[in-house]
């Protein structure tokens, strides 16, 4: 049965709003809702961090010009399903919606609860019922949900550093954020008066890689493989911690 001319069209058009990247690239996504040490952002462009390591050093692995490309979360989905991205890394399956590849797990890293030295102690999640608790907005915070359902009290930032931000002025008494970010902003504040009170959920993180990548999924997934066993995933991991 022939192709209407108007269906022709659409196609075309649609492809046409469609960014693609050059030949050679390899295109990652970089979340615009990360903080060191994942992502640096200099005027809405990846600037540094852990992505941008990783990413480099990936790029470099399979021959081709990394390319990052700036998205909130709620970007991430149609940028990968549509194959104007290669991947997204250090993510996890449950935080993000559509239907990808995954690689080898790959960043060890940890959900942790965090709270001022002055701070009620936590044995378990369940202290966090119905108390006021420190979150990013469009994450997802699976364990906790499971634990306390409808007496889990979110209070949306649109970064982890603003949540602690927001907990050392007592906006909220507890903050979620993950073990690296945590370290790394100890780091870098000595100053800073937060302590881990609860560590909820260890893990590592994968790079979800589009059906629809220019880049075949085992050449990344082969390359990343080569840079763990080697140690430079665990090098770039240790610059920020």
């Known amino acids: 049965m022939p192709v209407r001319l108007p269906a022709l069209m659409s196609a075309a058009l649609l492809a046409c709003a469609l960014p693609t990247a050059a030949a050679g690239e390899l295109v990652m996504v970089a979340p615009q809702e990360s903080t060191m040490p994942l992502a640096r952002f200099e005027h809405g462009v990846l600037a540094g961090g852990m992505l941008k390591d990783v990413g480099d050093a990936l790029a470099q692995r399979l021959g081709r010009q990394p390319s990052y490309v700036a998205a909130f979360n709620k970007e991430v989905k149609p940028l990968l ?6 991947l997204l890394c250090h993510v996890m399956p449950a935080w993000i919606d559509g239907d990808y590849q995954w690689t080898s797990p790959l960043f060890p890293d940890a959900e942790v609860i965090a709270g001022q030295r002055d701070a009620k102690p936590l044995a378990s999640l369940k202290d966090l019922r119905d ?57 870098n504040n000595t ?3 937060v302590q881990t009170q609860l560590v909820f959920a260890a893990f590592k993180t994968h790079c979800a890689v589009s ?31």
């Open 81 to 86: 399903s549509d194959g104007r991205a290669d």
């Open 131 to 187: 108390k006021r608790v420190g979150t990013v907005v469009h994450y997802r915070y699976t364990r906790i949900s499971q634990v306390l359902g409808p007496h889990f009290m979110r209070v949306d930032a649109p970064t982890m550093e603003l949540n602690l931000q927001a907990m050392v002025k007592g906006t909220v008494p507890y903050t979620i954020l993950s073990e690296t970010t945590l370290a790394y902003l100890r780091r």
């Open 211 to 241: 059906r629809k990548s220019r880049v075949p999924f085992l050449d990344i997934n082969n390359a990343l493989d080569d840079m763990a066993r080697e140690g430079m995933i665990d090098q770039i991991v240790a610059r920020y911690r």
């Open 191 to 193: 100053a800073l008066t």
